[in-house]
């Protein structure tokens, strides 16, 4: 059940705020803008999340590989698990395959391709600066990727944060430069609008003062048109300024841009329109649980909840994006901290721990889990 307290007005649009009993622990009470939402015909439902468990499978698995070694100390026996032992993680991307994804390590600046049933593979290695919570922190694939075999990077340098790109066989080019980068909050996400446009997400890098500052990278959504690496590329597009401790940014069927992100009064999620505008947050979470990676289909967006352990799945219009519920929780506590996070040709949400970014590994980690998208969170076309 629900229990309904006042609403007000932020930038205009009315609110109204609510707190489950049954996601209470993780997720706490919340606010969602109904300003533009309507009953869903039907109304989704969605699990709890005990349908995720880590289990010992009842035969051996194709999915599951049996181990190289007898002691083999990467070995999983969870068939949710799809890849064990590595650094500590930045951003994932599933490939065009839906079936694989590539992984980022934060620290080594490794890019990582695994699937289920397949041991990781190196795939490319970029030169980072992981001091503090720098590195290697997202990536992000060209929208003509079959073609082209391009990837797209946030990452750390000695200097400044800053994306790069990357062609198989070559060294990587800048493509935007001059992000502040600081002692902490040295976030950053990428996904493509549309094809011509990149969306760089960048972090305050611990100063709020700068990401209000319109001269400032920090703490903003920035559109970035001009992708390839040029002596004066043009300033890119503010999308979103005053952001905090940036999430993820991640693009939905509908056209819009979801963007998580965590300030110092809350959590919080919000979406870009397609036409560019921008509407009062989403969902609101009060008790900050660590927002992070986020992933949107039709109907659904998920996003991670670092520091609760779990992932939120929250149903939303797909033309409005108005979100119609409170979020259901999935895996609570069962893999740790969350971070990184797509969703599969299959339907199902792969998350990338970071357990070892700030909390507590264990013999396998970092790790590549998946988790079912609960019913009524459509398909991902």
């Known amino acids: 059940m629900t229990k309904g307290v006042p609403g007000r007005k932020v930038r205009g649009a009315a609110t109204a705020a609510i707190c489950s009993i049954a996601v209470v622990a993780a997720a706490g009470c919340a606010r969602f803008d109904d300003s533009t939402s309507s009953p869903f015909t039907p109304e989704p439902t969605f699990g709890s999340g005990a349908e995720v468990q880590p289990r010992e499978p009842s035969a051996p698995s194709s999915v599951l590989p049996e181990p190289s070694t007898p002691n083999d100390p990467c070995f999983d026996r969870d068939p949710n698990v799809i890849a064990t032992c590595l650094d500590a993680t930045g951003g994932l991307v599933m490939l065009p395959d839906g079936g694989s994804a590539l992984v980022a390590e934060r620290r080594t600046g490794r890019i990582v391709r695994v699937a289920p049933g397949e041991k990781p593979t190196e795939f490319a290695r970029i030169p980072v600066d992981s001091g503090s919570d720098g590195g290697l922190l997202d990536i992000a694939l060209s929208p003509t990727y079959t073609e082209d075999n391009l990837l797209y990077a946030y990452i750390t340098t000695g200097s400044d944060n800053r994306v790069v790109r990357i062609a198989p066989g070559d060294t990587p080019k800048d ?49 970035v048109t001009a992708l390839s690496s040029t002596p004066n590329p ?36 919000q979406r870009v329109r397609p036409d560019g505008t921008v509407g009062a947050p989403a969902w609101t ?89 609960p019913s009524g969170g459509g398909g991902t076309d």
């Open 175 to 223: 493509v935007l430069t001059g992000i502040p980068r600081g002692d902490v909050g040295n976030t950053g996400a990428l996904t493509f609008s549309t094809p011509g446009e990149l969306m760089v997400l960048t972090g305050d890098t611990g100063n709020p003062a700068a990401a209000a500052d319109p001269a400032s990278l920090a703490g903003k959504l920035l559109g």
């Open 234 to 269: 043009p300033r890119p597009a503010v999308v979103l300024s005053g952001l905090g401790r940036a999430g993820d940014v991640c693009a939905d069927p509908g056209g819009g841009v979801w963007v998580t992100d965590r300030t110092a009064l809350e959590d919080r999620i």
């Open 285 to 373: 979470w009060p008790d900050k649980p660590g927002v992070a990676g986020c992933a949107a289909a039709r109907g659904a967006v998920a996003v991670a909840l670092t520091d609760a352990q779990a992932m939120a799945v929250l149903a939303t219009e797909h033309d409005t994006g108005a979100v119609t519920s409170a979020p259901a929780l999935l895996a609570q506590k069962l893999y740790g901290r969350l971070g990184g996070t797509v969703i599969s040709g299959a339907g199902e949400i792969w998350a990338a721990t970071v357990n070892k970014s700030g909390g507590e590994p264990g013999p396998t980690d970092d790790r590549v889990v998946k988790l079912p998208l």
